[in-house]
């Protein structure tokens, strides 16, 4: 029997709707994260992505500081940043400045991807294929600058040293799950879309998992997508807007999240593409009930610390009703 207590909490995109300005998408950001801290969450993340219209966290340390400044008690944080589009120093200055300004609540999650296409991470670091091979040695760079110690360095990040940010190792395959394993760090999962290397990289890390200062104990947190409505029906039409989406990442033809439509048999079809249907395999869909027992069911399977909730939906009421039944269904499950 599951005793522990699975904590659960957001990963978004600051999704940019049709029809709406950038303006009412960050207002949107801001308000679900007023009403998810409602509603009992532990965190809310924000992901660093580039050149896709339809994203709107490319600035994710400025989009963080906003948020947490509309909020009073839910951790706010990045899911992740991606660290070889930047310099360690200048990610470091930003974390510390946030946390000096929301104590005790800000995370820095980290990953080695480049959250865009190869043209664009080329044209935000040249160098960037270098800085995502020496991704460990970054890390260690970025650890140094938060050292008290290294007050005696001739390069500081003066604002970062000694104040509390956690970090946490983002993966999508198992590469990530050595290194978190290594650091004694909590790892968490992209299994809302990279759901081929889900339980090789949870083994992987709780296998090699070394105790360290901030943590004895392995800690997962995976990530699902969670689409909730009153009735099956209703949340089967509100992820036809995911499928589009989706559908637009395989094209190549990104676009505005498109508002909900029935779903039509081409649709049905497109979600049985080997490849669609691989990448939506840990995405509940439906009512209230429908939803328990798929959430249920991969908690035991994965026995995760935390489960982080990606939904995207179009309409921010509709996104926040979904993260509401969330809420009550975990609070019932634990």
């Avoid at 930047?86 to 991807?113: C, K, M, V, W």
């Avoid at 003066?158 to 104040?163: R, S």
């Amino acid at each position: 029997m599951k005793t522990q207590h699975t904590n659960y909490s957001i990963l978004d995109l600051a999704l940019v709707s049709e029809g709406h300005t950038l303006k009412q998408t960050y207002n949107n950001a801001l308000e679900l994260a007023q009403n998810v801290e409602a509603f009992g969450y532990t965190r809310y993340w924000l992901a660093e992505h580039h050149n896709a219209p339809n994203i709107g966290s490319s600035a994710t340390s400025v989009l963080i500081g906003y948020v947490a400044g509309g909020t009073n008690t839910i951790r706010i944080g990045s899911g992740g940043i991606m660290l070889p589009n930047h310099s360690p120093l200048i990610i470091a200055e930003q974390f510390g400045t946030l946390a000096s300004l929301y104590p005790n609540r800000i995370d820095l999650g980290l990953g080695r991807a480049p959250g865009t296409d190869r043209e664009t991470a080329l044209a935000i670091r040249s160098d960037f294929m270098q800085a995502a091979h020496s991704f460990p040695g970054e890390l260690e760079k970025l650890e140094t600058y938060f050292s008290k110690e290294n007050a005696s360095s001739k390069v500081r990040a003066t604002v970062a040293e000694g104040v509390e940010v956690p970090f946490y190792i983002l993966g999508s395959s198992p590469d990530s799950a050595h290194l978190a394993a290594k650091k004694g760090l909590p790892y968490a999962f992209a299994s809302h879309f990279a759901t081929t290397h889900l339980w090789d990289a949870l083994e992987i890390y709780r296998k090699e998992f070394q105790p360290s200062k901030d943590l004895k104990n392995p800690y997962v947190m995976a990530g699902v997508n969670i689409i909730i409505a009153d009735t099956d029906e209703e949340a089967i039409r509100l992820s036809t807007s995911l499928i589009r989406m989706i559908v637009g990442i395989f094209t190549g033809k990104r676009d505005y999240v498109q508002p909900p439509t029935a779903m039509t048999d081409e649709f049905k079809e497109i979600m049985q593409h080997p490849q669609i249907h691989q990448m939506l395999k840990y995405s509940f869909i439906g009512s209230k009930a429908t939803v328990k027992a798929q959430v249920k069911e991969f908690m035991e399977q994965s026995k995760a610390d935390e489960l982080i909730s990606v939904t995207n939906i179009y309409d921010v009421k509709d996104r926040i009703r979904s993260y509401e039944l969330f809420a009550e269904i975990m609070k019932e499950l634990n």
